[in-house]
């Protein structure tokens, strides 16, 4: 054997060991909270699920996992040599393999400030501006067949000054909208199976949400297609089976019901209900006051009590959820 096949046989083992060392420190990595690859990833972690909206982690993996939902994520790298740059355009971020991953890795950039963006659920019809930083959500509508959870979430990293290129981003999100929850008691001297038709009067159900990359948000209200005012109008369900020990959805009977903040428009609410054996009652819920608003974030939870004639309630107001939700 001369000696360069003996150098080459060597040299063939060196890379081989080499490559396995390699896919070893790749495969190691993956399993941990950072990367040393260089590209950009995000995070969030594991809680318990719901179904009606967004309220744990789990509920946005599941949500988001494949074939599902995503968060539209923009982004931007300000460099020194070539400005504010877009490297993230409405890319959709969804949960695979245990991990929030996405197509066609990007990179962090040395000593440059990133800047990011995310909205749930994923959407084609926005409008984002990278060099005011500003991103908005077009003809967002709420009914029986749109009653969707709408978050937001902005964040940066500044490798000028944080040098880290191996851990995930956090994106904080946020509620846009409101959670109702209602229960109901029985108090009249009959039994109750079933709730004939159930509807919200008043209920704005259109219109534009956008948010800065400083974290403030706004929610407006358009005229409609013929200009005679704003979007409003019913969220209705009929012959709801009734377990009064137990809270129930507007919609699917599951969880709870998400709805625009009423304070960007405020007025009378009125719960209409045509209860089993001939009650038939409107509750106005007060959103024009000052204390009923409907914010953006919150979860307001209605106990209904039923009485022969008449149907009376206590609101209690919480956060939507205890933590922030860590993408």
């Given at each position: ?12 083992i060196?890379f ?14 993956c ?22 909206g967004?309220?744990?982690?789990t509920?946005?993996?599941t ?11 923009v ?5 020194p ?8 355009s409405?890319?959709r971020?969804?949960?695979s393999?245990?991990?929030w ?19 749930y ?45 191996t ?22 001297s ?7 038709n ?8 259109k ?10 948000s ?58 089993g054996g ?32 008449r ?10 959820i ?6």
């Amino acid at each position: 054997m001369s000696i360069y096949l003996k150098m080459r046989v060597k040299r063939d083992i060196v890379f081989k060991v080499l490559a396995t060392l390699l896919v070893a420190t790749i495969c190691g990595a993956c399993n941990q909270t950072t990367y040393n690859d260089g590209a950009i990833r995000f995070r969030t972690a594991p809680d318990d699920i719901t179904r009606a909206g967004i309220e744990s982690n789990t509920d946005l993996q599941t949500a988001c996992s494949s074939g599902g939902e995503a968060v539209g994520v923009v982004g931007t790298v300000t460099t020194p040599q070539s400005g504010n740059v877009e490297i993230f355009s409405n890319e959709r971020i969804y949960f695979s393999g245990g991990r929030w991953t996405y197509d066609n890795p990007r990179y962090w950039v040395w000593e440059s400030l990133h800047e990011f963006m995310a909205i749930y659920p994923y959407s084609k019809n926005y409008t984002y501006d990278s060099a005011a930083g500003t991103l908005v959500w077009n003809d967002i509508v709420l009914g029986t067949e749109n009653n969707m959870d709408v978050m937001w979430a902005v964040a940066s990293r500044d490798l000028v000054e944080n040098n880290d290129s191996t851990s995930p981003v956090t994106l904080n999100l946020h509620h846009a909208f409101a959670l109702l929850e209602f229960r109901f008691v029985n108090a009249s001297s009959s039994a109750v199976s079933r709730i004939d038709n159930i509807s919200l009067e008043g209920v704005l159900y259109k219109g534009d949400f956008g948010f800065t990359k400083e974290g403030t948000s706004t929610l407006t209200v358009d005229a409609d297609v013929a200009g005679a005012g704003v979007y409003e109008g019913e969220l209705t369900a009929t012959n709801i089976p009734v377990d009064l020990s137990t809270s129930h959805n507007l919609f699917d009977n599951v969880g709870t019901l998400v709805v625009m903040p009423q304070e960007v428009y405020k007025k009378n609410i009125l719960l209409n209900m045509q209860i089993g054996g001939g009650v038939v009652s409107g509750v106005n819920l007060g959103t024009n006051s000052t204390s009923y608003n409907w914010e953006a974030g919150k979860k307001y939870v209605y106990t209904m009590t039923l009485t022969t004639d008449r149907i009376t309630f206590d609101v209690h107001v919480r956060e939507w959820i205890d933590d922030e939700i860590e993408l």
